[in-house]
């Protein structure tokens, strides 16, 4: 069973319903002893970075987060989830993530021909081929975001190109992140879930 | 890069999909999850469901049709018809769509745009107008209640007040084109283009292969939305985006 940390994101009944689908069960939960408890934590997240952090520490979920990384339980944040696991953004201001994976969030930079935020489907381009998600090198995958993440390239497993290069799916040990919305991103996305699971949650 | 997108639309009546679609190959032509799913086989970058139900006792379908879809196709779901306030978009969003699509309710209440956008985020606010040249004036009018009413308002200037208050994206249709087959309005998504940084979604007048091509080099859209030709099979998804990929459109 995975567990999704429940602090109010606008995408959680769509992560679960793509588990749902794949079979595995979740638990939606602020509860800092089942988190703990959890072999695999999903950490969700739509909108801005500010409010979502306040969020998880006015729960103390931030530190009950860093504990359960640090005895080794997988976790993966998705879109905002993802960014939150930096070690800071200047959206709206520069505010402190969790920092777990060492980088920064910063805008897209504004270019001709590209709109913010990125909406649609981009192709990833692989950074690291021993990745259990290695597959998903040239497959399309669904982004919305006006930030990105800026991290050194030994945390990046795959990327995609818009205004600037842009990291899509992050590791730093057992703390991986994907920018784009697998729940929202077809089958591909789906498989990517399941790969999680499978892969990493069960290995 | 970033692919362009194409979008099938379907107009959903009491939690049916009651015309337009015809795959042989489906049990249930009516049921809107079993024609997602077919849709997100061949390759449907987005869904547009419209809800055309006429009374808003029967609205409450629509919520059940974006649930039940959005458990078997994972894409992104885009919902309008008769939203007229930020609680139903809440409903709509929770129930798993992921964008909201406004039209009359915009026009009548501007207000709305902004209030869906600050409490949504402006990606999940779409506006959709849809348009009529005025023959005299030729002037970009826009036109709610489904095509009905004229608004007298100066299209192009809708759509910047529209995304200056918060929309995320346009979905342009028209009403010209609407129906004719003839190809989309490319002259009308230029302009929109020199004015708006938003996406924009061209829909209306699809009727060849050609015609997508022409709307994404010429009308520098970043999305196609098509009914019919999708519906009864004329135009196949894989065949309109082998034929993006050969003119060089980038296509998933």
């Known amino acids: ?203 | 890069m970033l692919a362009k997108r194409i979008i099938p639309c379907l107009d959903v009546d009491d939690g049916r999909v009651k015309k337009g679609v015809n795959f042989v190959n489906l049990v249930d032509v009516g049921d809107p999850a079993v024609i997602a799913a077919e849709y997100e086989r061949q390759g449907a970058d987005e869904l547009v469901f419209l809800d055309i139900t006429a009374t808003n006792q029967k609205r409450e379908t629509m919520k059940a049709v974006v649930e039940r879809v959005s458990r078997q196709v994972f894409m992104p779901l885009t919902v309008g018809g008769g939203i007229t306030s930020v609680a139903q978009m809440q409903e709509l969003l929770k129930a798993g769509a992921d964008k909201i699509s406004l039209n009359t309710a915009a026009v009548v209440n501007p207000k709305l745009i902004t209030q869906g956008a600050e409490k949504f985020g402006r990606q999940c606010i779409v506006v959709a107008i849809d348009v009529k040249m005025d023959p005299t004036t030729k002037q970009y009018q826009v036109f709610t209640a489904g095509g009905k009413h004229n608004t007298g308002l100066d299209a192009l200037k809708w759509a910047e007040q529209a995304v200056a208050l918060g929309a995320g994206e346009l979905l342009v249709t028209s009403m010209d084109k609407d129906g004719t087959k003839s190809g989309f309005d490319t002259d009308l998504y230029r302009k929109l283009n020199e004015r708006i940084d938003v996406p924009i979604i061209a829909s209306g007048g699809a009727g060849s292969l050609a015609d997508f091509t022409t709307v994404f080099t010429a009308g520098k859209v970043d999305a196609a939305l098509a009914a019919s030709v999708f519906h009864y099979g004329e135009l196949s998804i894989p065949a309109v985006k082998q034929t993006l990929h050969t003119a060089g459109v980038n296509v998933r």
Not at chain 1, 114 to 130: A, C, T, V, Y
């Open chain 1, 1 to 203: 069973m995975l567990t999704i940390i429940d602090y109010d994101a606008g995408n959680t009944y769509n992560v679960q319903k793509a588990f749902d689908f794949l079979g595995v069960k979740t638990e939606l939960t602020a509860d800092p002893e089942k988190i703990l408890a959890s072999h695999g934590l999903i950490l969700p997240g739509v909108g801005a970075f500010a409010p979502a952090m306040q969020t998880l520490q006015a729960r103390g979920l931030d530190s009950v987060i860093k504990q359960a990384v640090a005895k080794g339980t997988p976790l993966l944040g998705i879109c905002l989830g993802m960014q939150l696991l930096f070690e800071s953004s200047s959206e709206y201001g520069q505010h402190a993530g969790l920092a777990l994976i060492p980088g920064k969030v910063i805008a897209l930079p504004a270019k001709k021909g590209f709109k913010i935020p990125q909406m649609g489907w981009n192709q990833h381009e692989l950074r690291q081929s021993d990745s259990v998600f290695a597959y998903v090198a040239q497959e399309y995958t669904y982004f919305v975001h006006s930030f990105y993440a800026q991290c050194p390239n030994e945390y990046l497993v795959s990327q995609v190109e818009y205004s600037a290069p842009v990291p899509a799916i992050v590791r730093n040990k057992n703390v991986y992140g994907f920018q784009f919305h697998p729940e929202k991103s077809g089958q591909v996305g789906i498989k990517l879930l399941r790969t999680f699971v499978e892969e990493v949650v069960e290995a």
